[in-house]
């Protein structure tokens, strides 16, 4: 369903006039840098990591939001890049042959949708709830008729738990708790009943009681609709939860990759282990030895020689900071980019 090809994005800073007239050599910020995964049909894939690692790039990327830099990403077998950015030998032939680039990115969003982090930011202040949901199928035009909209807009807000719907949908967005409200940002991207859903940290700014709810929605909704998820959060808690597979970043590449099962019970690279040490176990009997990391994350501008991770290593050796290493198999179905895996 979705693959990802050594992505990169990357971010040129403004050198300034200053930095023009003195000729100062250009920076760039390697947020992304050389990436690669896939995800079959209802699967439900995590990238997890710590904040900066390049979690939410990556998903702009897949959906089309940005142009990568290197690299590419594949929708069903198409190019998203050339799909929403511009023209290319998988637009000649198929479903988007002839179609403008306006037609062609509607046609993707139609087959993938973003849940944003923050639903108090992501949804206008202005609208009401029957006018969000709604607002997709109007811009697409897949609605003909006010009768089969509302009927649209009631079959996806009840899918979200928001029963009955006609109770919500006179609403504005501050009338709504905060589940409810990230329950209307899932029904506004399942109206136009998506493919693929990029849940972009989908429950970090809601209260623990309200996080398992969205869970199990999101979880029911891949198994009856058969979507594929591509989950980001930096809480490893919730993606062992209802995730199938986890990828972990760390500044802008993949160093663990695997089921999830197996990444969080037998964790290989140092940096998977010292973030499962941290993760609250609720037995307040049962102790476990963390592993701080010391020092910051390294600057995206100026990365560190060898293995990204050898500054805060626990475990390095004069060989990580030659070596930069790169994913390769530990066993069945488990890649880990370290050295002394």
Known sequence: MLQVRDLSKHFPLARGLRGTLLRRPSLTVRAVDGV?????????????????????T?????????????????????DVTEWAHGSGPSLETGELAGLSRRRRIMRLRERAQMIFQDPY???????????????PLIIHDLAPGRDVQSARVCQAMEVCGLSPADHFWDRYPAELSGGQRQRVVIAAALVLEPELLVADEPVSMLDVSIRADILNLLQDLRRERGITILYTTHDLATAGFFTDR????YLGRIVELGKTARVLTAPVHPYTRALISVVPVPDPRRKRRRTILQGEIPNPINLPSGCRFHPRCPEVVDECRKVDPQLRPVSEDHYVACIRA
């Open 36 to 56: 690669s995964f896939s995800a079959e049909r209802g699967e439900t894939l995590a990238l997890v990591g710590e904040s900066g690692s390049g979690k939410t």
């Open 121 to 135: 930011e992501s949804l206008n202040p202005r609208q009401k709830v029957y006018d969000i949901v709604a607002e």
């Open 58 to 78: 990556v998903g702009m990327n897949v959906l089309g939001l940005q142009l990568p830099t290197h690299g590419s990403v594949f929708l069903d077998g198409y």
């Open 246 to 249: 986890m990828a972990v970043m």
